[in-house]
């Protein structure tokens, strides 16, 4: 059975479960918040220079695109690991975790200064 052995594990199933939660509370946020913004988005915000990355609403869902694609690909990682090497099934899932995280952390900045 396909995902068997990652989903009675408790630990595994957790962390994914979080990281996918995040990250489509992160979408439905992101969406809500740039729906009447105007085109051009501040993306990328130096001290020193100023402004020097603009972008369009694709550009912020293309990021959680990718988001999404990382930790489905850890998600098979895990599994496909889980039984010949466990450490590294929690270090994939735990990785995912760390990654939504970050890409939280990313998007509310781009959204915040927006």
Not at 5 to 11: A, C, H, Q, V
Not at 16 to 24: A, C, E, I, Q, R
Not at 95 to 108: D, T
Request: charged share 10%; no cysteine; glycine share 4%.
């Amino acid at each position: 059975m396909l995902f068997y052995s990652t989903l009675k594990d408790k630990y595994l199933r957790v962390v994914f479960v979080l990281s996918f939660l995040t990250l489509f509370f992160l979408s439905f946020v992101a969406f809500m918040k740039l729906q009447n913004t105007p085109s051009p988005l501040v993306i990328h915000f130096d001290a020193y220079k100023g402004i020097d990355f603009f972008g369009g609403k694709t550009d912020i869902f293309g990021i959680l695109f990718s988001a999404f694609v990382i930790i489905l690909m850890n998600f098979f990682l895990a599994d496909f690991l889980y039984n010949r090497q466990r450490f590294l099934s929690y270090l994939f899932s735990f990785g995912s975790l760390v990654i939504s995280i970050l890409i939280l952390i990313a998007i509310s900045v781009i959204i915040s200064v927006n």
